[in-house]
């Protein structure tokens, strides 16, 4: 097994048990909220050992039907080890906890959080295409690189690892793909005066958003392109985001 680090500790603070080529909604919303946390770093190949561990169960399936463990996951050890390990489902659970920080869920009524998951679950269908052009570049650890690829050969079936990556015109012809449904997120943004989704407040669907492109800026070797597509939406909400993940602050 993998190392796995802390880095800081607390005895009452969340445990946030996260992946570091992950997306960072959830580190987001952790900072957005003020939420007192420690960082559980878990390599990717300690990913199903770790949700196993916590006893949570799988939110997510391969096409095949077998289970597929995921994370992100927080423990909180103030509320009798409450564990939460779906990130839309951690962002609830937080906007509960902390009443007093900015809310995640604008018209915070929990008949208008549907409407919140529904928009997460379309954002899944959206970006998740994008992650085969990360393949080739993708920062594993060298310790369990071979083993993580193995598993991602496994679960679709190929031989190779090499046999992902995605080149030339097959690449041009992704990327042209990914540009055309990034478009439509960024047009949600001219409903609102700026500069967030909703106007000049920040709330979860921003987050959701600012999460995936951080993954992508991390993953994909055109997010120097990328980032000026559709007028510089990408690197606007980069830039709104990545105040919220150094200050916990969306508003300075
Ligand atoms: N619906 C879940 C999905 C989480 C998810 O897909 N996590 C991926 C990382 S992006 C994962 O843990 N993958 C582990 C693996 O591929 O082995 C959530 O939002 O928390």
């Known amino acids: 097994m993998a190392d796995t680090t802390t880095t800081t500790s607390s005895s009452d603070a969340i445990v946030f048990y996260d992946i570091a080529s992950g997306p960072r909604s959830t580190r987001y ?60 489902d951690i962002a609830v659970y937080l906007d509960k906890k902390y009443p007093d920080a900015p809310s995640l869920f604008r018209n915070n009524a929990s008949s208008g959080i549907g409407l919140y998951a529904s928009f997460n679950a379309h954002m899944d269908t959206i970006f998740t295409p994008g992650a085969a052009l990360g393949c080739e570049d993708f920062p594993f650890n060298p310790a369990t690189a071979a083993q993580c690829q193995a598993e991602f050969c496994r679960r679709i079936g190929a031989q190779t690892w090499d046999a992902l990556f995605v080149r030339g015109e097959a690449r041009t012809k992704m990327l042209k793909s990914f540009r055309t449904s990034l478009g439509e997120v960024a047009k949600y943004f001219r409903f609102s005066e700026g500069p967030f989704i909703g106007g000049k407040e920040a709330e979860y669907a921003d987050i959701i958003i600012g999460g995936w492109l951080m993954m992508y800026s991390h993953t994909v070797p055109e997010w120097e392109e990328m980032r000026t597509w559709h007028g510089g939406f990408g690197a606007g909400c980069m830039m709104r985001w990545s105040r919220i993940e150094e200050h916990g602050d969306a508003y300075n």
């Open 29 to 88: 919303a952790l900072n957005f909220k003020r939420a007192h946390f420690v960082t559980q770093w878990v390599d990717l190949a300690d990913v199903t050992s770790t949700r196993k561990s916590l006893g949570a169960e799988p939110v997510r399936f391969h096409p095949n039907g077998e289970h597929f463990y995921t994370l992100p996951a927080i423990r909180d050890p103030s509320a009798n080890d409450t564990v939460v390990a779906d990130s839309f």
